[in-house]
């Protein structure tokens, strides 16, 4: 994690638990999204792969997005793998606390999403914690749209049905 001047096209992540994989063709993302990954199991260690070349001078992050499940206790969570095909990582963060406009309090697990203002590309995303609070991390500079909504499907897309803050355009 966090390795500048990457060039291969596999990480492996080790575990200190045995694990199993919740739907990886859905719930592991590779943001800005240039490959498609595979993942496989070896032992406690989870293997993602992918085929395309990524782009240069560019910090990708990997999101296990409830994609690995303890064997004993099945927990999950959101969590990122971070590295740079150049000499360095981006380094802005963007934090965000989000409110029920119609309660006042603070909305927990509610998805917040970073999209590129030109493209719509999914740049960034995390769950708020119980205090309605997220931090996204590694971001290059750029023009962004912010999104909060619970993601009922776990697509990271906002849907009709879903509640929504701040829709993208």
């Known amino acids: 994690n966090e390795t500048v001047n990457f060039s291969g096209k596999e990480v492996e992540i080790p575990f200190d638990e045995f694990f ?13 999204p240039h490959a ?7 032992r406690k260690t989870l293997r993602l792969n992918w085929e395309e070349d990524l782009q240069p001078n560019t910090t ?24 740079s095909t150049g000499n360095y990582l981006d380094s802005l963060t963007y934090s965000v606390s989000v409110v ?15 999209f590129d203002e030109k493209t719509n590309d999914l740049r960034s ?11 996204l991390n ?8 912010v999104s909060a909504f619970y993601d009922e499907n ?5 849907q009709s049905h879903e509640e929504v803050g701040f829709p993208l355009n």
């Open 154 to 158: 776990g697509d990271l897309k906002l």
């Open 60 to 83: 990708y992050a990997i999101f296990l997005n409830n994609a690995v499940r303890d064997v004993s206790e099945g927990n999950d969570s959101i969590f990122q793998y971070v590295f």
């Open 125 to 135: 995303f995390s769950e708020t914690n119980s205090d309605g609070i997220v931090a």
């Open 100 to 114: 029920d406009a119609w309660t006042g309090k603070a909305a927990s697990k509610c998805l917040v999403g970073l």
């Open 36 to 42: 498609s990954i595979n993942a496989a199991i070896k």
């Open 138 to 145: 590694y971001l290059p500079p750029g023009n962004y749209r």
């Open 20 to 32: 199993k994989l919740n739907d990886p063709i859905q719930n592991i993302v590779i943001v800005p």
